[in-house]
């Protein structure tokens, strides 16, 4: 494993870009919404960082979720590869909608893309640098 102790960044945050950005994006969101957010956020001043992880993690589970059904080939080889129950598999496809408005079999993500061949092959030669690895330090 490699180590990269000689070569820090400035915090475990990296130089702290993404953090910024989803921060401006948030702050943005919460001025728009300005006039009902202050009642709520009078009464309960909690609220606004509460919401804000529920909301990224909701985020990371539904993108990670559309990532493994496009590298996976959908709802039956995600559910294969996973062992997710049939019912576990249409929470996340409802939980997903319900982020995005579209089912994950046909939603494109701006910016985002996967090449399911790409990562199985690159997977492959992943797996095979390993096994030689560990056979040459047997």
């Known amino acids: 494993m490699a180590d990269f102790r000689s070569d820090r960044m400035p915090s475990p945050e990296g130089e ?3 953090k910024d950005a989803l921060e401006a994006a948030w702050e943005k969101r919460l001025k728009s919404r300005k006039a009902i957010n202050t009642k709520v956020f009078a009464a ?3 609220v606004k960082n509460v919401l804000k992880g529920y909301a990224s993690a909701r985020m990371f589970d539904a993108i ?6 496009q590298l996976n ?8 590869a996973t062992g997710l129950s049939r019912s576990g598999m249409f929470r996340r496809i409802a939980l997903f909608r319900e982020v ?3 089912h994950p079999d046909v939603y494109e993500f701006p910016g985002l893309t996967v090449d399911p061949v790409a990562f199985v092959e690159g ?7 390993k096994a030689a ?3 040459s330090q047997s």
């Open 44 to 46: 309960m001043p909690e």
């Open 16 to 18: 702290g870009r993404a």
């Open 100 to 102: 995005f408005g579209e």
């Open 64 to 69: 990670g979720f559309w990532v493994m059904w």
């Open 123 to 129: 997977m492959n030669e992943l797996r095979k640098k």
């Open 133 to 135: 690895e560990a056979d």
């Open 73 to 80: 080939g959908g709802f039956e080889g995600l559910q294969k």
